[in-house]
C-alpha cells in the first residue's frame, strides 16, 4: 500500500489534519480482489481541469488536491482543480454541458450525470475493474452510476454525505426522550416540547442543496409519498404527500425561527449558536464543535441517529452523492479516466476519506473497513450512507427529468409553501404535480 510519508505530505502542503488523515489510512489496510486495469493510453500533452464542489471540512481540499499532484508526479500531466459553491455547481455544470466548452470533468451531485447523459463519455470500463477490486459498488452508487436500464455508468460516485437528526441530548433527555422517536407522533410531541423549552428543533425549508432537499425528501416518503412511481409517471399529488403536508403545518410552528430562508450552512449555524438544538447535517457540524475550545461542550452533548423511519420500513434517506462526470469535449478522456480511476484507488481514496472524518462516506464495499469509521463513536452511523434503498426522484428511474425537478427544487417548495400559510396542502400537491410533470412529459 502505497502511503504519502509525512516529508512528501509536508511537501505537498498538508495540514497536520490532513497529514493524520493519511496516516490513520495505514492502520486499516483496504482490502483488494485482483482486477485488470483499463490502460488506455493517455494523450501527448494531456492537461485536466477538474470543477468540484466547495470542502465542509478543510482537509477534504487539502488531500484531494495533493492526490492530484502525485497524479501528475505519475503522469506527468498537469491537473487543475477548481472548488466551487454547492449552489453554484449545478448552474456551472448546465453551462458545461450546454456550450460544449469548460472543464474535462465535473464532480457535481447525486442524478447530474442523468440530466446531461449524452454530453458524457461513459466510464463503464473503469467502474467495472474498480468494482472488482474493491468488494462492488454499494447500492446508491449504482442507482446515481449506471443509466436507467442498462449496466452503462455515466457517472462515478466519489461518495454520499448523509444528514441524520444531529441533537443536543441534555435537551432531549429534559423534554422526557432517550432517543429520537420513530414515528410522527412521537417525533412532534418532541418538538413540541423543545419548543416550550426555548430549545427549538430547526428544519431548511430554503433552496439548499443537502438541508432542504433531505428534509422536503425525508417528509414525504416518512408518509409513504413520492415524486414519480417505479414507472416514472408523476405520482407526487396523492393522499400520502397531502398527509406529510398537513403534519408539517403542525410541525413547522415549533421550528427555529428564519428556516424558510435557511441555506446549506444556517442550520450549523443556529446550531452552534444555541439557537437550535436538534436538526439534519452532515459530520462536519459535529467536529466543527469538536474543534473549537468554545464550541467543544456542545459537540460533547451532541448526538447522532438515523431521522425518523415513521410508515417506511427504513430510515427514509438519500444521501447527497458526489458524481463524478466525463465530458465528450475534453480532448483528453483517457487521462481523464486514468485520473479518476487513480483517484479511487485505495492509496489515495482512503486518505481522503479519512480527511473527511466521516463527511464523505464511501461508494465501494471495501472503504467500510476504513478507519474513520472506527476514529469517533459518533461518526459511525454515517459508514452505510450509500446503501440507502432510497434517491432522489425516488421511486422512479433517475432521467433527466428526476435530476431537473431536484434542480428546481419542486419538493421543496411544495413544503416551504405550505410551512409559509402560502398554500394549501392540496394546493400545493397540485402545484408541484404541475411542476414536475413539465419535465416528465420531455
Not at 133 to 162: E, V
Request: include cysteine.
Amino acid at each position: 500500500m502505497q502511503i504519502i510519508h509525512r516529508r512528501a505530505a509536508l511537501k505537498l502542503g498538508l495540514s497536520a489534519a490532513a497529514l493524520a488523515a493519511t496516516q490513520a489510512s495505514a492502520q486499516a489496510p483496504i482490502a483488494t480482489a485482483p482486477a485488470t486495469a483499463p490502460s488506455p493510453a493517455i494523450e501527448n500533452g494531456a492537461t485536466l481541469r477538474m470543477l468540484r464542489p466547495v470542502r465542509f471540512v478543510q482537509p477534504d481540499e487539502e488531500v484531494f488536491r495533493a492526490n492530484a499532484a502525485k497524479f501528475t508526479q505519475k503522469t506527468g500531466v498537469q491537473v487543475r482543480i477548481d472548488f466551487v459553491g454547492w449552489e453554484d455547481i449545478t448552474q456551472q455544470t448546465a453551462v458545461t454541458a450546454n456550450t460544449g466548452a469548460g472543464p474535462d470533468m465535473i464532480i457535481g451531485f447525486g442524478d447530474a450525470p442523468h440530466i446531461y447523459a449524452d454530453k458524457l463519455v461513459e466510464t463503464t470500463d473503469v467502474a467495472e475493474y474498480l468494482g472488482q477490486r474493491y468488494g462492488g459498488w454499494l447500492a446508491l452508487a449504482q442507482k446515481y452510476g449506471k443509466r436507467h436500464g442498462t449496466n452503462n455508468w455515466i457517472g462515478l460516485p466519489f461518495g454520499a454525505s448523509s444528514g441524520p437528526t444531529v441533537y443536543r441530548k441534555s435537551a432531549v433527555n429534559a423534554a422526557g426522550f432517550n432517543a429520537i422517536p420513530e414515528d410522527h407522533a412521537g417525533f412532534l410531541d418532541l418538538c413540541k416540547k423543545l419548543k416550550v423549552a426555548n430549545k427549538p428543533a430547526g428544519y431548511a425549508l430554503g433552496n439548499a442543496v443537502g438541508d432542504g432537499n433531505g428534509f422536503a425528501n425525508w417528509l414525504v416518503w416518512s408518509h409513504g409519498g413520492y415524486l414519480v412511481d417505479e414507472e416514472g409517471k408523476v405520482a407526487i399529488n396523492s393522499k400520502e404527500t397531502i398527509a406529510s403536508l398537513n403534519y408539517l403545518k403542525e410541525l413547522y410552528p415549533t421550528f427555529a425561527q428564519g428556516t424558510l430562508a435557511w441555506g446549506d450552512i444556517s442550520n450549523n449555524r443556529a446550531y452552534a449558536a444555541n439557537e437550535c438544538w436538534m436538526t439534519s447535517n452532515g459530520v462536519s457540524l459535529y467536529f466543527s464543535l469538536k474543534n473549537d475550545p468554545a464550541t467543544a461542550p456542545i459537540a460533547a452533548d451532541t448526538e447522532h441517529q438515523l431521522l425518523p423511519k415513521g410508515v417506511a420500513a427504513g430510515a427514509p434517506m438519500a444521501g447527497l452523492t458526489l458524481n463524478a462526470m466525463l465530458f465528450k469535449h475534453s480532448r483528453y478522456p483517457n487521462a481523464s479516466k486514468a485520473f479518476l480511476q487513480f483517484m479511487l484507488e485505495h492509496e489515495q481514496y482512503d486518505p481522503w476519506l479519512n480527511a473527511n472524518l466521516g463527511y464523505w462516506a464511501h461508494p465501494l464495499a471495501n472503504y467500510g473497513t476504513s478507519a474513520v469509521w472506527t476514529s469517533d463513536p459518533k461518526v459511525e452511523i454515517f459508514r452505510d450512507t450509500m446503501k440507502s434503498q432510497f434517491w432522489n426522484g425516488y421511486k422512479g428511474p433517475l432521467s433527466e427529468a428526476t435530476g431537473a425537478a431536484t434542480a428546481d427544487y419542486v419538493m421543496v417548495q411544495m413544503c416551504a409553501a405550505v410551512a409559509s400559510g402560502q398554500s394549501t396542502p392540496e394546493a400545493a400537491a397540485r402545484e408541484a404535480e404541475r411542476r414536475a410533470r413539465r419535465y416528465f412529459r420531455r
